[in-house]
């Protein structure tokens, strides 16, 4: 939506929920410089909360002041098939004095939404590249009028990943805690930013690899204690091991580390992944033992499915053999 060129409708959507917010605010940021009655005839829905039909009600309702009505739909991806025909309805013929925003996260390209909307409203997909990661958590100091030590950036990405919502809770959480007009350093953002869950399990399977059943389970306990869901661990360690098995295959390919990274679709700042973690791996196991660590964790899976064992026991268990093939 630029400025000087009024649309009636658009989409916002993405795969990360904090970029449609800031595409959100830019466009009623931009609105708001010609419109300075906007926030008297801004209306902003929740889809799961509210209905459609509110929605395109308020939109048909006269704006204030002989202005403009702005609508807002958030969580439009949960519209029905039943819904999403109302709103294409709607599309056809929108008032003339209304704004509809819609915004949608992870809508796949066959979505109904997406095709309703293609040909009737303008779509903006909200995106950040994995290169344009950095500079973005350097912005989000910088809104905060804070400086952040370059050291400090690629911590955080290896601690958070590209959750751009715990990245930002983490910004958000140093700037309370940090004083002075010095620079953020890394030190203190190592104080304050915790691993998450995920770090946490690559500890775990660091451990397993190693055969150190004793710690590999401490951490297992840590996990578990502080709530973090079995399935959830069992599925990040599992994707390590079909990580694991997929590098093993190209490897044998003969592909280049920056050829297996690609192919992994391994972020730049996690390539180090390749000669710190999985090609030492791969070669303490080999390709019997990675088969066999795959066998028992598609057992576990199975076993927390079925409810035949305790979560915790389960995931117990499978750690126990896992590390028993790493001493192997």
């Known amino acids: 939506m630029s400025e000087g060129r009024r649309v009636q409708a ?20 931009r609105v708001s410089r010609n419109d300075p009655e906007m926030e008297f005839n801004l209306d902003v829905f929740r889809m799961g909360e509210d209905s459609l039909e ?25 519209l029905s098939p039943k819904e999403v025909r109302l709103l294409a309805s709607f599309l056809d013929r929108p008032p003339e004095s209304a704004v ?21 409203v303008l779509v903006v997909e909200a995106t950040l590249s994995r ?43 140093i700037a309370l805690f ?11 953002v190592v104080a304050l930013v ?11 399977t660091d451990r397993v690899m190693l055969g150190d059943t004793d710690q590999a389970l401490k951490i297992l306990r840590r996990l578990l ?18 990580r694991l098995l997929n590098y093993m295959a190209l490897r044998d390919e003969g592909l280049s580390d920056r050829e297996i990274a690609a192919e992994l679709k391994l972020p730049a700042n996690m390539e180090w992944m390749l000669s710190s973690r999985l090609r030492p791996q791969a070669s303490l196991l080999g390709e019997k033992g990675l088969r066999h660590s795959l066998s028992a964790l598609l057992e576990a899976e199975r076993d927390l499915k079925t409810g035949r064992m305790e979560p915790g026991d389960a995931l117990m268990g ?11």
């Open 100 to 120: 509809l925003i819609l915004m949608a996260a992870g809508l796949k390209k066959s979505s109904p939404l997406l095709k309703a909307c293609r040909e009737k």
């Open 318 to 328: 499978t750690v126990i053999r896992l590390a028993s093939m790493g001493r192997s």
């Open 54 to 78: 509110e929605a395109l009600a308020a939109a048909e309702t006269l704006p204030l002041a002989g202005g403009w009505r702005y609508v807002v739909v958030r969580d439009a991806q949960m």
């Open 178 to 188: 940090h004083q002075g007009d010095r620079p953020v350093e890394l030190e203190e």
């Open 225 to 242: 204690k502080q709530g973090e869901d079995p399935n959830r661990v069992l599925f990040i360690l599992t994707r390590h091991y079909l």
């Open 194 to 204: 915790m691993p998450s869950a995920e770090k946490a399990v690559y500890e775990l």
């Open 131 to 173: 290169k344009k990661v950095p500079l973005w958590i350097k912005s989000r100091f910088e809104a905060r009028g804070l400086r952040v030590n370059g050291r400090a950036i690629p911590y955080l990405l290896e601690m958070l990943g590209e959750d751009l919502m715990a990245l930002e809770a983490a910004v958000e959480k």
């Open 10 to 29: 658009v989409l916002i959507h993405g795969e990360q929920a904090l970029l449609l917010e800031e595409e959100l605010r830019k466009i009623l940021k």
